[in-house]
Each structure stands twice: as C-alpha cells, then as structure tokens.
C-alpha cells in the first residue's frame, strides 16, 4: 500500500483543514495516510498573544520521518510570499535525508492559504516546491482537470502549483467547498501517481 504523508504547518487553522482534505482524497486512493504537524518555533509568549493553534490532534514530525512515505504533500500558510518560518525551519534540519538522497524519486506536492486573494499563494507554493526539488522528489500540482480552478462566480483559492484557500485578513473566512475540493482533489491524485510509480 502507497505511503502518504501530509505535513503541515497552521497557525489558525486553515491549513489544517485542508491537510484534512487533501488526507481524505490520498484515502480514498487507497494510500496509507498519516497526518504530522512540524513544530512550532514561534516563542510561548508570541503563540499566545498571537492565539495560534497548537495542533494537538496531529503528532509532530520529526525530519527522520519523512524517509518512511512514498509521496509527501506539504502545507504552509504564506509569509510574505514564502512559506512559513515554521516550516522552513522544518526543512533545514533536513540535510541527513539530502545527502543520503532519501526522498529523490518520492511524489510530492504542496497548498496553501493566504489572507488576501492575491496574497502570494502561487509563490508560496513554489517556495515550498523548490525544496522538495532539491530533494530530487516529482512535484504533483492541480491541474485544471480539477474543473473549479476556472470558476468566476465565487472568490476561490487553487491553483495549477498546488490548492490554496483565502483566510482573510482577521481569519474569517474557512476553506469553501471549491478549496476543499481542490485540496481533496490534488491528494487523491498525488497518491495515484506514488502508487503508479511504486507499481
């Protein structure tokens, strides 16, 4: 059975439920999936003052991890049109599995959320893709098979390099059903190409 982990990092929640999603179609595949978060490195008194979430329903990941998946699919809000500090100081602590060349070949992809609409998701999800090509991993996007990723009539998030979601600007808004549906959309078909490349 294909091995997939979700990995993600959420302050307020949003990537986090689209971890859900995107868990639920890699499921519905037929992969083995599991669900980390990376650890916080905000300071106590900021994560408080601030009210992010601590996530205890998902165990922390640690770098090690990452060598036991066939496919990897990654989640981060955006920082500037980065991903955030939280997981790229995740990812720096993974040189060991580099110079072993421990994911080369392994699937990967990645989603987003931002508060604005154009607040950086695409670059975000690059910020998170070049990484893992430097890991030598196939990067899985959604494609516009995924037909909501032309819909007008709504705002929506989604784009070809990965799904995305809009939290706004105080974190209002929660992932639609079209932003769900891509993210479910986009974990189903990672882990259909994984379970191809494995076969």
């Not at 106590?44 to 060598?67: T, Y």
């Not at 060349?101 to 690059?126: C, N």
């Not at 929660?174 to 769900?180: A, F, R, T, V, Y």
């Amino acid at each position: 059975m294909t091995k997939v982990l979700v990995l993600y990092y959420s302050s307020y929640g949003h990537v986090e439920m689209m971890a859900g999603a995107v868990a639920e179609g890699a499921r519905e595949a037929g992969a083995d999936v599991d669900i980390k978060r990376v650890p916080e490195t905000a300071p106590a008194e900021v994560v408080k003052a601030a009210g992010f979430r601590s996530n205890p329903d998902h165990p922390e990941a640690q770098p090690d991890d990452l060598a036991n998946y066939d496919a990897i699919i990654v989640g981060s809000p955006t920082r500037f049109g980065n991903m955030s500090s939280q997981m790229q100081s995740f990812f720096d602590r993974t040189g060991g599995l580099w110079a072993g060349g421990k994911l080369i070949d392994k699937v990967g992809g990645a989603f987003t959320s931002t508060a604005s609409q154009h607040g950086g998701q695409e670059t975000t999800l690059i910020s998170i893709q070049k990484t893992l090509q430097h890991h030598g991993m196939i990067l899985v996007g959604l494609p516009y098979s995924y037909d909501k990723l032309t819909e007008l009539g709504e705002v929506i998030g989604g784009t070809p390099y990965g799904a995305s979601t809009i939290a706004g600007g105080d974190g209002s808004r929660q992932p639609s059903e079209i932003d769900l549906g891509g993210a479910k959309f986009q974990g189903r078909r990672i882990a259909q190409i994984a379970a191809k490349l494995a076969g």
